[in-house]
Protein backbone atom coordinates (compact mmCIF):
# COMPACT_ATOMS: atom_id res chain seq x y z
CA UNK A 1 0.00 0.00 0.00
CA UNK A 2 1.52 3.56 -1.01
CA UNK A 3 2.21 5.85 1.72
CA UNK A 4 -0.37 9.02 1.22
CA UNK A 5 2.95 11.34 2.25
CA UNK A 6 6.27 10.33 -0.15
CA UNK A 7 9.76 9.67 1.20
CA UNK A 8 10.97 13.22 -1.30
CA UNK A 9 7.88 14.99 0.61
CA UNK A 10 9.05 13.96 4.12
CA UNK A 11 12.35 15.31 2.61
CA UNK A 12 11.13 18.49 1.25
CA UNK A 13 9.65 19.67 4.04
CA UNK A 14 12.46 18.53 6.25
CA UNK A 15 14.79 20.29 4.26
CA UNK A 16 13.15 23.81 4.40
CA UNK A 17 12.27 23.59 8.00
CA UNK A 18 16.68 22.87 8.72
CA UNK A 19 17.90 25.09 6.02
CA UNK A 20 15.41 28.12 7.07
CA UNK A 21 17.54 26.95 10.61
CA UNK A 22 20.92 26.74 9.54
CA UNK A 23 20.70 30.33 7.30
CA UNK A 24 19.03 32.19 10.01
CA UNK A 25 22.04 30.94 12.87
CA UNK A 26 25.13 30.38 10.79
CA UNK A 27 25.41 32.69 8.11
CA UNK A 28 26.54 35.81 8.79
CA UNK A 29 25.83 37.20 5.20
CA UNK A 30 23.93 40.67 5.70
CA UNK A 31 22.50 40.17 1.78
CA UNK A 32 20.48 37.27 3.26
CA UNK A 33 18.67 39.09 5.83
CA UNK A 34 14.88 38.82 5.71
CA UNK A 35 15.31 35.56 3.79
CA UNK A 36 12.43 33.24 3.12
CA UNK A 37 12.26 29.96 1.80
CA UNK A 38 9.17 29.08 0.01
CA UNK A 39 9.88 25.68 -1.29
CA UNK A 40 12.54 23.04 -1.65
CA UNK A 41 12.14 20.16 -4.25
CA UNK A 42 14.43 17.25 -4.05
CA UNK A 43 14.54 15.30 -6.86
CA UNK A 44 13.87 11.56 -6.87
CA UNK A 45 17.37 10.27 -6.48
CA UNK A 46 17.61 13.19 -3.56
CA UNK A 47 21.03 14.22 -4.77
CA UNK A 48 19.94 17.25 -5.93
CA UNK A 49 17.55 20.00 -4.43
CA UNK A 50 15.94 23.05 -6.21
CA UNK A 51 15.55 25.39 -2.85
CA UNK A 52 13.54 28.79 -4.24
CA UNK A 53 13.80 32.09 -1.46
CA UNK A 54 11.49 35.13 -1.56
CA UNK A 55 13.25 38.58 0.02
CA UNK A 56 11.54 41.80 1.00
CA UNK A 57 13.00 44.61 -0.93
CA UNK A 58 14.67 45.22 -4.57
CA UNK A 59 15.05 42.40 -7.73
CA UNK A 60 18.51 43.41 -7.35
CA UNK A 61 18.88 42.47 -3.61
CA UNK A 62 17.08 39.17 -4.49
CA UNK A 63 19.55 38.26 -6.89
CA UNK A 64 22.49 39.24 -4.48
CA UNK A 65 20.64 36.57 -1.95
CA UNK A 66 20.81 33.60 -4.25
CA UNK A 67 24.01 34.39 -5.03
CA UNK A 68 25.34 34.61 -1.81
CA UNK A 69 23.50 31.35 -0.61
CA UNK A 70 24.73 29.85 -3.83
CA UNK A 71 28.41 30.59 -2.33
CA UNK A 72 27.28 29.11 0.94
CA UNK A 73 25.47 25.88 -0.34
CA UNK A 74 28.77 23.88 0.59
CA UNK A 75 28.75 25.19 4.07
CA UNK A 76 25.34 24.52 4.29
CA UNK A 77 24.99 20.85 2.58
CA UNK A 78 27.72 20.25 5.41
CA UNK A 79 25.77 21.40 8.26
CA UNK A 80 22.81 19.49 6.99
CA UNK A 81 25.10 16.13 7.49
CA UNK A 82 24.51 16.03 11.18
CA UNK A 83 20.88 17.49 11.38
CA UNK A 84 19.78 14.87 8.45
CA UNK A 85 19.37 11.01 8.85
CA UNK A 86 19.58 10.24 5.26
CA UNK A 87 22.48 8.77 3.06
CA UNK A 88 22.73 11.58 0.77
CA UNK A 89 22.22 14.84 2.11
CA UNK A 90 21.44 16.61 -2.00
CA UNK A 91 23.10 19.37 -3.30
CA UNK A 92 21.44 22.73 -3.06
CA UNK A 93 21.07 25.12 -5.83
CA UNK A 94 19.17 28.23 -4.46
CA UNK A 95 16.88 30.17 -6.85
CA UNK A 96 14.65 33.23 -6.71
CA UNK A 97 10.84 32.81 -6.34
CA UNK A 98 9.49 35.51 -8.35
CA UNK A 99 6.17 34.23 -7.90
CA UNK A 100 5.06 36.62 -4.63
CA UNK A 101 6.88 40.13 -6.95
CA UNK A 102 4.51 39.01 -9.88
CA UNK A 103 1.22 38.28 -8.11
CA UNK A 104 1.49 42.10 -6.21
CA UNK A 105 3.02 43.23 -9.47
CA UNK A 106 -0.48 41.82 -11.16
CA UNK A 107 -2.66 42.80 -7.99
CA UNK A 108 -1.15 46.63 -8.74
CA UNK A 109 -2.32 46.55 -12.00
CA UNK A 110 -5.84 44.68 -11.40
CA UNK A 111 -6.41 47.74 -8.40
CA UNK A 112 -4.93 50.34 -10.83
CA UNK A 113 -7.79 49.33 -13.74
CA UNK A 114 -10.02 49.33 -11.31
CA UNK A 115 -9.07 53.20 -9.83
CA UNK A 116 -9.14 54.18 -13.35
CA UNK A 117 -12.82 52.49 -14.69
CA UNK A 118 -14.36 54.48 -11.59
CA UNK A 119 -12.78 57.81 -12.59
CA UNK A 120 -13.96 56.99 -16.15
CA UNK A 121 -17.34 56.12 -15.41
CA UNK A 122 -17.86 59.09 -12.86
CA UNK A 123 -16.23 61.20 -15.56
CA UNK A 124 -19.15 59.93 -17.82
CA UNK A 125 -22.20 60.25 -15.16
CA UNK A 126 -21.02 64.02 -14.94
CA UNK A 127 -21.23 64.63 -18.25
CA UNK A 128 -24.32 62.60 -18.70
CA UNK A 129 -26.27 64.67 -15.62
CA UNK A 130 -27.63 61.56 -14.34
CA UNK A 131 -26.06 58.99 -11.45
CA UNK A 132 -26.54 56.19 -13.35
CA UNK A 133 -23.59 54.22 -15.10
CA UNK A 134 -23.58 54.78 -19.42
CA UNK A 135 -25.04 52.19 -20.94
CA UNK A 136 -22.83 49.88 -22.97
Known amino acids: M ?29 RINGLTITDVVVAQDVRNAKVSVSQLGTDDELKQAVKALNGAAGRLRHLLVD ?21 DRVGSLIRTAIANDKLSGEAASSETGSDEPPAS
Not at 2 to 30: C, F, V
Request: aromatic fraction near 4%; charge should be positive.
Open 2 to 30: PREYSRTLRINSQLQRELSELIRTELTDP
Open 83 to 103: RLRIRHVPTLHFSADMALRDA
